[in-house]
């Protein structure tokens, strides 16, 4: 199933990166992208999004686990009828979580390594699979705003 392999692909890349930052931005100091842009460092983020829920791994796991679930339902009940966007979906943000959820369980955190200032806006350092999942949230989102959910009929 392509979308299987895609979030494995997903994984692997997202597991690469955290495993070349480890490596070569620990205990060092920023890699300068970008200046005053785009900066790489290497972070360990026992938190949620922006830090939040510092050293909650336990919730973490719980709602990690749930995501997976619900999403690997709602790719495998209508697998055929699925429209391409909504696998697109379902496959970046079950790779995402899964990098984050691998990183959770073997390290007791999330390695975070991407800072990015933009229109003057610091934002929250994050890693590829955060990238992964909010990317797919957002087509997600579109989709069910713009298309009343496009694994249904509609009745008119």
Known sequence: MAVILFSMLLIVIDQLSKY???LNLKDKPPMIIIDKYLNFYYLENRGAAFGMLQNKSWLFTIVTVVVLIVLLNV????YKKNTNMLNLSIGLILGGSIGNFIDRIRLGYVVDFISTNIFGYEFAVFNLADSF???GTIILLIM???FDNPGKKRNV
Do not use: Y
């Open 20 to 22: 070349l930052v480890v």
């Open 75 to 78: 790719l495998f009940k209508d």
């Open 133 to 135: 999942i909010v990317v």
């Open 144 to 146: 069910v705003i713009l």
